[in-house]
């Protein structure tokens, strides 16, 4: 990010704290259903009153949302290689319940700042293909969702869109990578430097940070585990494909985790 996009973020920042933006984050009380098959997920999201509105896909992944009428909960689900790998809330536009998104009208000041500085950081995602102007739009819109970590919502289908999702997730994931995704002013184990480690080497540094492995299975050439660290509550799933670390996250809770 240029000097100036820097500048222009800080000063941004400060109006930006008078809205409340509504971002992704976990959907509560479905967190066990992270690492479960896809079958078996949606069995249990159907008994907890969870209706599928949509399933779309994206590279190795299936997107589909669910919408819970009693709670008025729209449930964003990422599947990757048959497996739950993530559950966040979503807009209820995002379940096709109107509305637009929430708290829409407290953030327009701060979106319109966002907006620009995405526009300006993502120009440099234009290198290696060039779009027309409604394909420039959707590439800006699609960066702006990945980056600030908004659900997908590819509601053209438009491959401009997936791209520049992609590339604010790729973006916002080498901003972030300092941080271990939770908050507070406890003392807590260090694990994102790990994405991409060999496992080998991931397991003994999660062994020496405090972290005990309580779970671990395997889908094809996947693996999955889970480490607790009980002196910080924290709950992380490891996934292993090819020798290394492919996703690593605080996942909130497991049976297993103390």
């Not at 399933?55 to 669910?66: G, N, P, Q």
């Not at 003994?204 to 660290?229: I, L, P, Q």
């Amino acid at each position: 990010m240029t000097h100036y996009v820097m500048k222009l973020v800080a000063a941004l920042t400060a109006a930006s704290l008078l809205a409340t933006p509504v971002l992704a984050k976990q959907a509560p009380g479905l967190q066990d259903l992270v690492g479960a098959r896809g079958s078996s997920g949606e069995t249990q999201l159907e008994m907890r009153g969870y209706t599928h509105i949509e399933t779309h896909s994206e590279y190795d992944r299936k997107h589909s949302y669910w919408w819970n009428r009693d709670s008025k909960q729209c449930a964003h689900v990422a599947t990757w290689d048959g497996k739950y790998q993530s559950i966040e809330t979503a807009s209820k536009s995002d379940c096709n319940q109107g509305g637009g998104g929430d708290n829409a009208g407290a953030a327009v000041a701060a979106v319109a700042g966002i907006a620009l500085i995405a526009a300006l950081a993502s120009k440099k995602h234009h290198k290696d293909k060039e779009y027309d102007a409604q394909g420039t739009g959707e590439f800006d819109r699609g960066y702006r969702d990945g980056l600030y970590n908004a659900p997908y919502h590819n509601y053209g289908r438009s491959d401009a869109y997936s791209s520049g999702y992609q590339a604010g997730v790729n973006e916002r994931s080498s901003n972030l990578g300092h941080h271990y995704g939770g908050g507070g002013y406890a003392d807590v184990g260090q694990f994102m430097d790990l994405n991409g480690a060999r496992a080998s080497s991931a397991d003994d540094a999660m062994r020496s940070r405090g972290f005990s492995n309580v779970d671990s299975f395997k889908s094809g050439n996947t693996a999955y585990s889970v480490w607790n660290r009980r002196a910080s509550r924290q709950c992380v799933q490891m996934t292993v494909a090819d020798g290394r670390v492919y996703d690593i996250r605080d996942i909130g809770t497991h049976p297993r985790c103390r």
